[in-house]
């Protein structure tokens, strides 16, 4: 998405030449249809003809997209183009306007293709009298079988309040998203195929191991997952019909006919024994003697109903005919293994599965389709490969890199075995998983084959001799030394377990004189330094890390200056905003996670790193398009990567001059320092716990403060209770701490205000949520002056927490550490030696960016602008910045147009250089087509790029257009305008 390497574009030229000769062919009514959506003006920008597909070879990444959405039989995709001119499908368009007559039934069955294979959220179905618009984030109707619709618009209907001619645009620009209705109508991850069959899978299973052991509940789950393969290979067909088994292959077990008859009529492990001798081997469907004993006594009926759509487990209809099964991405088949991994066995290892969403983001980045290599001696490793997931998307990549270098033939058999055996690598310490990436593999292997070539010439190999290793990854590492600096790409997501390394494993020794701690034993960090071990000169990794293990950490300093010193980091993809609400992890897990990519060369100390923040946009959520855009990419030099321990910070809370408010206010003298300098404690207080042993006197002599009694509002001293005598503190602070006079700080951000008291009037103990503050020469003026800075500068204080704190919206929304706390910069002396810009910058973050982490899509800087009043604040934020120096003889920049187009779903602003005097700039409303006066003939409609964001420059005029939100109109963005024409300026000039 964000890589540099993509396909070269075909001229613009050829592409109009195409689009002109495919629209001839086109009935009245298929015109009149995508005029009324606007694809008509999308030609040459997101809407491509998979009749035309073979006119678009020279981009790889679409030319594949073409190639799906024909196998879909669909007539056209439509694309959204983001950042890195990657283009991701977001419709898929069938022309039904030659045909007199259809079936309804024809239309759902192209949506439980789509729904199945999770191609594309939205379905234009254009018939000769109206449009019919699916939603394929939904199965198909349960209650009747027909599709999911979100509307029908009839060809002679009148403007649609959604479905109208800005709709293909706003799927280009990604604000149909954000549009409330749709928000709340559409629910991708949540009605993903993968999800709704996960879900009565867990029905399935806990019906069938009703009273069972755990030995037989993950027998039955091994069975369910070989079930599914079967099923998958019984239903997959090619173009002619053609089926994997032959048509009466089942008949020779007890006349079946079909693979669920055998579930039933107790022949089951006949024939997988038949399937595993002579035809598939590899183990794939290998089941042990002992195995087979503990199912012996089993009809597998249960499975057999699910399968074929009999009924459920619950006794309802089954889910099985929302699905065709021969669409199923091979991912889905490989990831339902994770979802049975007992929850305390995924604690334990600090597995947080990979989703294939981010999987894919990944590979695309490290492996871009538009960069092919040649792959002999190409090889591919996944040091903790779980069940498989990068590496069968690694496998596909490949297959796609030899296709794009073979003018997009298919690969023979031999030639994919060759690929998979000789490229693809992984190592696990769990065997289960192990034998799951083997698995998954086999199946990425049948995907690429015909029905013909599965049954005549397909046998799997062993795939855990060589390719697949249990093990744990550092022994494996010290027994295959020949294996370092032997591969091309290190990719993968190792466990995030706090402390999951060995003492005698916690260094990274980088040669002979130098090594460093591995920060808080952090196992992933050990694996991405031990990981780089096995690259080839030049030759690149990417891992996820736990974001806080290295980004964040105030322990990880020196690990990171070696990291950023001695290897090329080229950019570092953080997902921290998408840790909660499952925004980012199938399974639940809250962990904020980034993904770092770094190529085995010595750093260029010239180049900045990328810093990419990606934020919970609905889009994103929804698993539509992982989304972002310009202010959200944050170049930063090495040295600053590795010396500033706020920079990660800083970015993620809108970048720009956060930091340099951040070193302003750094240079004040910090509470750790005034506190040893004034002999003053500073200590959370007690801690209960289990085994407590401290039994001090002075506990049962004064009161107890319960947290909940202590908010933004004070301190409630009626709440005041004596101290429970059969609780004994398992830690306990300095009794002084607690005496009044004292100041008690509550360890949490608050929604405006962190709670704060000044207590002078009575003793009390408190628990180590809250901090006191004390003077041991009992000096109250000292106290008094440190709480009249704190309760003055409370909103600065929180912004600055926020700005620098490891924990705050990292690990938990609003508290903060100790050591956060004490980190502050104290101001005494009532001078800040902040401007005004600075005062707004601290101002957008504590309103808007940290209301954005927490709520993520439902954020109010999501919302629309309400005000005029908030795109003037803007006009004279970024005129004045410009003008401090650009003003001259009466010239200066200002605010002249503010444009609301005809949906309002942009907004754009036009700032004039001239010395006419302009008191309230001119409210225009104008289409995206229409030209804007005074602007060198621009027209909107044909500038509008990818990332959602024009900045267009004519003579004496600046304009921008950008989405109708808060986030894009703040004050802080306009400074990161401002700089960003000066640097424009610079350059032009």
């Known amino acids: 998405m964000i890589s540099v390497f993509e396909d070269k574009a075909v001229s613009l030229q050829i592409m109009n030449a195409l689009c002109d000769d495919t629209m001839k062919s086109f009935t009245t009514a298929f015109k009149t249809g995508l005029n009324k959506l606007g694809f008509n003006q999308e030609l040459n920008e997101g809407l491509f ?26 007539d056209a995709v439509f694309c959204r183009k983001i950042i890195g001119d990657k283009y991701i499908p977001q419709v898929y368009l069938y022309d039904f306007t030659k045909k007199n007559t259809y079936e309804e039934s024809a239309l759902t069955d192209i949506h439980k293709k789509i729904w199945t294979s999770s191609e594309v959220p939205i379905v ?55 549009n409330e209705i749709i928000k709340k109508k559409l629910s991708f991850s949540k009605n993903s195929s993968y999800n709704i069959l996960i879900d009565y899978l867990k029905v399935v299973i806990k019906e069938a191991v009703k009273n069972a052991d755990l030995g037989k509940e993950r027998l039955i789950q091994k069975l369910i997952v070989q079930s599914i393969l079967v099923k998958y290979l019984e239903e997959k067909e090619d173009t002619y019909g053609n089926r994997v088994f032959p048509s009466d292959f089942f008949g020779s077990y007890s006349n079946a006919t079909c693979f669920c008859d055998i579930l039933r009529n107790g022949r089951l492990f006949d024939f997988f024994e038949y399937l595993n001798k002579n035809h598939f081997n590899g183990k794939v469907f290998e089941w042990k003697d002992e195995e087979k004993e503990k199912l012996k006594d089993d009809r597998f009926s249960y499975l057999a109903d699910a399968l074929s759509g009999d009924s459920s487990g619950d006794g309802q209809m089954s889910i099985w005919r929302l699905y065709s099964f021969n669409f199923i991405p091979v991912e889905l088949i490989s990831r339902l293994y994770e979802e049975f991994i007992e929850d305390e066995e995924k604690s334990e290892n600090g597995a947080a599965y990979t989703p294939s969403h981010l999987a894919n983001l990944l590979v695309d980045e490290i492996m871009p389709i538009g960069n092919a290599k040649e792959l002999d001696n190409f090889k591919v490793i996944d040091p903790a490969c779980g069940s498989g997931i990068f590496l069968v998307i690694a496998f596909k990549r490949l297959i796609q890199w030899w296709r794009a270098k073979n003018q997009y033939k298919n690969p023979s058999l031999s030639e994919l075995k060759q690929i998979l055996n000789n490229s693809i690598f992984g190592v696990d310490i769990n065997e289960t998983a192990t034998q799951l990436t083997a698995f998954s593999l086999c199946i990425a292997l049948c995907e690429e084959l015909t029905p013909k070539q599965i049954w005549d010439e397909l046998r799997f190999d062993d795939l855990t001799k060589k390719n697949v290793s249990h093990k744990d990854f550092f022994l494996w590492l010290d027994e295959h030394q020949n294996e370092k600096e032997s591969f091309d790409i290190v990719i993968g997501n190792p466990p995030f377990v706090r402390g999951g390394v060995s003492t005698n494993l916690g260094t990274w020794t980088i040669n002979e004189s130098e090594c460093v701690g591995i920060p808080q034993n952090q196992i992933a960090l050990k694996f991405l330094s031990e990981s780089i071990q096995l690259l080839k000169s030049q030759a690149q990794l990417c891992l996820i890390i736990k974001a806080s293990g290295l980004l964040y950490n105030s322990t990880s300093s020196e690990y990171k200056k070696v990291l950023f010193e001695h290897y090329n980091v080229n950019q570092i993809l953080d997902f921290t905003p998408l840790a909660r609400n499952k925004s980012l992890w199938d399974c639940g897990t809250d962990v904020a996670a980034a993904a770092i990519f770094l190529t085995k060369e010595s750093p260029n100390m010239e180049k900045n790193i990328l810093h990419a923040i990606f934020r919970r946009t609905k889009a994103t959520k929804e698993r539509i398009v992982f989304e972002i855009d310009e202010y959200d990419l944050h170049f930063i030099s090495r040295n600053e990567a590795s010396a500033n321990p706020y920079i990660f910070k800083c970015n993620l809370m809108g970048g720009g001059r956060i930091k340099n408010v951040i070193s302003k206010l750094s240079k004040i003298d910090t509470l750790e320092k005034i506190k040893k300098d004034n002999e003053l404690l500073i200590e959370e207080g007690l801690e209960i716990g289990t085994n407590g042993k401290r039994k001090d006197a002075f506990l049962y002599q004064i009161k107890t403060l319960p947290t909940k009694s202590f908010s933004e509002k004070g301190l409630d001293y009626s709440t005041l209770s004596t101290f429970p005598k059969d609780i004994q503190p398992k830690k306990l602070s300095s009794e002084l701490i607690f005496r009044q006079p004292n100041i008690l700080v509550k360890e949490n951000l608050g929604k405006e205000l962190i709670p704060i008291e000044y207590n002078t009037n009575t003793d009390f103990t408190f628990q180590r949520n809250i901090i006191g503050i004390a003077s041991v020469k009992n000096d109250k003026g000292q106290l008094d002056s440190i709480y009249q800075s704190l309760l003055k500068y409370n909103k600065l204080y ?94 200066t920049f200002k605010l002249s147009d503010i444009i609301r187009f005809n949906d309002d779903k942009f907004i754009g602003t036009v700032f004039t250089y001239d010395n006419v005097d302009i008191k309230e700039p001119r ?54 305008d401002a700089d960003k024409t000066f640097a424009d300026i610079h350059a032009f000039e």
């Open 49 to 74: 003809f998979t009749e035309d597909i073979e006119q678009y070879a020279p981009i790889h990444n679409l030319w594949f997209h073409l190639e799906k959405a024909k196998i879909l039989q669909a």
């Open 124 to 178: 234009c179905i254009f018939t000769k009298t109206e449009i019919r618009i699916l939603d394929t984030t939904s199965p198909i109707n349960k209650e009747n079988d027909v599709p999911t619709y979100l509307d029908k618009i009839a060809l002679t209907s009148k403007v649609h309040r959604i479905f109208n001619t800005q709709f293909a645009n706003n799927i280009r620009t990604g604000a149909y998203w954000e």
């Open 798 to 891: 929180r912004f600055y927490m926020l700005a620098t704190s490891g924990q705050i919206l990292i690990n938990l929304n609003t508290v903060f550490l100790l050591e956060d706390f004490l980190n502050l910069p104290l101001i005494l002396n009532n001078n800040t030696y902040l401007s005004m810009i600075d005062e707004n910058v601290i101002n957008d973050v504590n309103i808007y960016m940290d209301d954005f982490h927490r709520h993520g899509e439902t954020a109010k800087v999501l919302k629309p602008v309400s005000k005029s009043d908030d795109l003037k604040k803007y006009g004279f934020e970024y005129s004045n910045v410009l003008n401090q120096l650009y003003a001259d003889n009466g010239k």
């Open 923 to 976: 409210i225009l409303k104008t289409d995206y087509s229409e030209e804007i006066a005074g602007l060198s003939q621009f027209k909107v409609s044909e500038h509008f790029s990818s990332t959602r964001i024009i900045r267009y420059y004519s003579k004496n005029k600046v304009l921008f257009v950008k989405p109708n939100q808060m986030r894009y109109w703040l004050p802080s963005i306009a400074y990161r």
